[in-house]
């Protein structure tokens, strides 16, 4: 969503190709490292929350710490990578007015609305036993319906271009994934996990991260955040060793993909939407990036959570 709004920006102000090429990476990159926070911040939070039955606000209070600091490591990581690229000075006087962007002002302010119900629904009802998806389906349907109202915006148009695709796809990795526990995979990650669970919070921290990035990486982060939370139910860990090794998954399927660009489904579009835009970023390119960027961020994040649950103490 924001990549064509960056490009068109840094294009508007006649920002140089390396430069942009900077911003449009680093907009990719903290996208992914910044979807730790809340459970409805990433598909593969849903999946592992859902899993093991995590509540909204438990999570919330594991991971939004967890998020901060993973987020200010991206941001220095960013810097010094692109410095040479960043501009020191650029001039927005040949940016449009922002008002003049917003096509229906009365859904605008209504979105602002629904995103602020949205958020009290998520913290207050979930404890109550009402789904998040219920909240989020609800919240949608009041904003369609006011969008539906003032006949500005095409709600058909908007309804057939939603990625119903990203579905299926979900569904169809449970499909892979219990197929692949059938063959035994889950029984050796198990093992794996057994020993990393020995060097306690620690070791189950970055052990488990590390692992679920990798396997990201090279078989996408969906199949494998199911994979690895099959294998920590039928490992032996428990307690304060076993929650590390559950946010640890997460957080290894949301950064790994950065490793390569079939890590996860969102690095495929991304990429197809710059190519449609004009501007190619090669896997090679990707990779040798992603890697160098990828690497601190992950390792920095899995000690914050280590340390947030309570590994110092």
């Not at 068109?8 to 990159?29: C, D, I, Q, R, Y």
């Not at 060097?199 to 970055?206: D, E, Q």
Request: aromatic residues 10%; charged residues 10%.
């Amino acid at each position: 969503i924001l990549t064509p709004i960056v490009m068109a920006m840094l294009m508007a102000m006649g920002f140089s190709a390396a430069a942009t090429l900077a911003f449009v990476m680093a907009a990719g990159f903290i996208a992914d490292t910044a979807s730790l926070p809340l459970v409805v911040s990433n598909l593969v939070n849903i999946v592992s929350a859902d899993y093991f039955s995590i509540g909204f606000t438990d999570y919330a209070a594991i991971m939004m710490p967890v998020n901060l600091v993973s987020v200010l490591a991206s941001l220095c990581v960013l810097i010094l990578f692109f410095k040479r690229d960043i501009p020191a000075t650029y001039s927005s006087a040949s940016l449009s007015e922002p008002l003049k962007a917003i096509k229906d002002p009365v859904t605008f302010k209504a979105g602002w609305f629904v995103l602020i119900l949205l958020l009290i629904g998520f913290f207050g009802l979930e404890p109550l036993g009402v789904p998040v998806s219920a909240v989020a389906a609800m919240a949608a349907a009041l904003l369609l319906a006011v969008a539906a109202r003032g006949k500005v915006i095409n709600i058909h148009k908007v309804l057939r271009g939603a990625p119903w695709h990203i579905v299926v796809f979900s569904l169809g990795m449970y499909l892979v994934v219990y197929g692949l526990r059938n063959a035994g995979l889950t029984d050796y990650i198990a093992l794996l996990l057994n020993t990393f669970a020995e060097g306690g919070i620690w070791g189950a921290a970055i052990g488990t991260g590390v692992l679920s990035a990798l396997l990201s990486s090279v078989m996408n982060n969906m199949p494998t955040v199911l994979t690895t939370a099959l294998s920590i139910d039928a490992s032996t860990a428990t307690g304060a060793v076993k929650e590390a090794m559950v946010y640890a998954n997460v957080i290894g399927s949301d950064l790994g993909p950065k490793f390569t660009p079939i890590g996860s489904l969102a690095t495929l579009l991304w990429l197809h939407v710059l190519a449609k835009k004009g501007t190619t970023i090669s896997w090679g390119y990707y990779f040798r990036v992603g890697v160098v960027l990828t690497t601190p961020v992950l390792l920095i994040t899995l000690v914050a959570l280590a340390i947030r649950l309570g590994a110092l103490s």
